[in-house]
């Protein structure tokens, strides 16, 4: 779940959640309803949301009208943070729905630990009804994750909500639309005029199929390079800096080879160097690559702000 622009910031909370915690959950009575399980298996359901921006953030503060969500902040060099997170997978998967996990990693998301006040991790949050619960900030054994977790529980049916969660369902699980399906399946027996008619048609039927949008540019992408060699292509650009064609194709073939930073740096060098009509099909490829690469880059982030500077 992500957008383009979206930073995080203590301002994006709710007014409840910035506000001091009002709920606070004491280590008591050990609830029998959590039991410490294993990490899912693949096919085996799961109630984890991986968050990483402002808009995952405040949907699942919407969700937490419907039962408890449980905020684990991690961080991939703590070995104490990714064990706190791996025992409270489990456990919310073992409360079939009643709970969701929203998974924290904060070298990626630092701004929501700073939202949250959060000094340092493991820690953790519970945002229930939309009001936020701190429930640790240190290691914690699993005993105590089950005790706390177990008086989330109560507390939020002591509101009358009780979960219901659906499983989170990953993006690779997930089925293709039709079109996509068959544009992936001509794609894979070589047949680019297939592909692009089954894109095509996706976005006729949804203008706004984002999925669809970057399949057929890289579909643009794969059959313009088709047949290109490298190394020809790269001898004629270093003859004449101004062959545009040239320099277009060493520009896909980057891209294809995944030196998108090059590619760029090309196409920008280019522009500037060549006529009006000539800055138009450079300007185009450029966009049409942006697509490919994908919109929240940074690289593209980076690139089309340069192209910007030298339009103007």
Known sequence: ??????????????????????????????????????????????????????????????????????????????????????????????????????????????????????????????????????????????????????????????????????????????????????????LDRGDYAAATSAYTRALNENPADSDAKIGLAQVHLLERVAGLNLADEREKAAADPTDVQAHLNVADLDIAGGHVEDAFARLLRLFKAVDTEAKTSVRERLLELFTVVGSSDPRVTKARSALMTALF
């Open 1 to 186: 779940m992500s957008t383009a622009n979206n930073e995080f910031s203590a301002e994006h909370l709710p007014a409840s959640v910035r506000n001091a915690p009002e709920l606070s959950v004491s280590l008591q009575d050990q609830n029998d309803s959590l039991a410490p399980s294993h990490a899912p298996a693949a096919g085996e359901p799961s109630w984890r949301v991986d968050v990483t921006d402002a808009e995952s953030f405040q949907q699942l503060v919407q969700l937490s009208n419907q039962g408890a969500v449980i905020f684990a902040l991690w961080a991939p060099h703590s070995p104490a943070s990714v064990s706190m997170l791996e025992q409270a997978e489990a456990l919310v998967n073992s409360a079939g729905g009643n709970l969701l996990l929203a998974a924290v990693d904060i070298t990626k998301a630092p701004e929501i630990g700073q939202a949250f006040q959060i000094q340092g991790v493991p820690a953790a949050v519970a945002i229930i009804g939309g009001r936020p619960a701190p429930l640790f900030n240190g290691p914690v054994d699993t005993e105590a994750l089950t005790d706390v977790l177990g008086q989330v529980l109560q507390l939020a049916a002591q509101q009358g909500l009780r979960g219901g969660f659906e499983p989170v369902v990953s993006e690779e699980e997930k089925p293709l639309p039709p079109l996509h399906a068959e544009a992936i399946d001509a």
